[in-house]
């Protein structure tokens, strides 16, 4: 049963930043490329970050040189590191496995003074 448990949200002042943390279980969570998604209210989920089995990342205009993806292949953990934060960056986090259908609850992120 694949399971993704998303934490580390919370309320961060602009220009702040977080760590978010995903635990993974119920595959192979090695061989598969992982992505950060997050959806802000009426807004589409978009994704904000992806690292592939071997390390390659890839991210999106808007959180280029703020954002870093990781992973620990030896603790199933995929994280998102988040600097310089927007109060547009606010929204529920989630991550995904390449190809898979599932999803975790998120973690929310709020940006505000």
């Known amino acids: 049963q694949v399971q993704l448990v998303e934490s580390g949200g919370g309320l961060v002042q602009p220009g702040g930043s977080l760590r978010l943390s995903c635990a993974a279980s119920?595959?192979?969570?090695?061989?598969?490329?992982m992505s950060w998604y997050r959806q802000a209210p009426e807004k589409q989920r978009e994704l904000v970050a992806r690292?592939?089995?071997?390390?390659?990342?890839n991210y999106p205009d808007s959180v280029k040189g703020r954002f870093t993806i990781s992973r620990d292949n030896a603790k199933n953990t995929v994280y998102l590191q988040m600097n310089s934060l927007k109060p547009e960056d606010t929204a529920v986090y989630y991550c995904?496995?390449?190809?898979?259908?599932?999803w975790g609850k998120g973690t929310l992120v709020t940006v505000s003074s």
């Open positions: 995904k496995g390449d190809g898979m259908p599932y």
């Open positions: 119920g595959f192979t969570f090695s061989i598969y490329g």
């Open positions: 690292i592939s089995s071997g390390g390659s990342t």
